[in-house]
């Protein structure tokens, strides 16, 4: 029974200490902006946000990213799992359409990405694609009172392409580019 509770501690020790205690520090010195959550700041120096976790944007001049069914909480990581036939997902697609149309008075129903109006699997995604972009130009140059050329422009500047060259799509970070665009 001693051999047991002294094995038990010691494993407590090694696994729940010295292990995530030596991987922490590893982590610090091999890429000390990931280890610290990815955080960017404005240029006050201010943190803004981790490029890892989206944000709510609401202001028309704003980039606007994803729907979040749970408001971009980190600590409520996930979303429910509809079908495409269930009910409150069609509703809430509807009534999130219709929103972005009222927002973006010149684009068509049919041209909204689908990225613009459906959740993530963790309902805390930072990126939009580059259509999801392209089309909120309007509005944004509209609302900040400079030229599409220049957000286009922007869009282009800070498109990340596929991970690994292969996996996902060419994608913008919504707080980065928003960010971006705060010190045009």
Same mark, same amino acid.
Request: charged share 25%.
């Given at each position: 029974m001693l051999k047991n509770i002294r094995l038990v501690f010691v494993l407590l020790v090694i696994c729940g200490l010295a292990y995530p205690l030596l991987l922490t520090g590893v982590s610090q010195? &091999?890429?000390?902006?990931? !280890? =610290? *959550? $990815?955080?960017?700041? #404005?240029?006050?120096g201010e943190k803004i946000g981790s490029r890892? &976790? *989206?944000q709510s944007f609401s202001d028309p001049g704003y980039f606007h990213g994803r729907v979040s069914s749970? %408001?971009?909480? !980190?600590? *409520?990581? *996930? +979303?429910p799992n509809y079908s495409? $036939? #269930? @009910? =409150?997902m069609i509703e809430r697609?509807? $009534?999130d359409m219709a929103k972005f149309l009222a927002e973006n008075p010149t684009v068509k129903k049919a041209e909204i990405p689908a990225d613009l109006v459906t959740n993530s699997g963790s309902g805390l995604d930072p990126n939009i694609s580059l259509q999801g972009a392209n089309i909120q130009v309007p509005r944004i140059a509209k609302e900040r009172g400079i030229s599409e050329e220049r957000l286009y422009?922007?869009? %282009? +500047?800070? @498109?990340e392409g596929r991970s690994l060259g292969l996996f996902g799509e060419p994608r913008i970070n919504v707080l980065e580019i928003n960010i971006a665009l705060d010190d045009m």
């Open positions: 010195v &091999i890429m000390p902006a990931k !280890a =610290e *959550g $990815s955080l960017l700041e #404005n240029k006050a890892l &976790i *989206g749970i %408001n971009y909480d !980190a600590a *409520g990581s *996930g +979303t495409p $036939s #269930n @009910k =409150e697609t509807k $009534s422009d922007l869009i %282009n +500047t800070h @498109k």
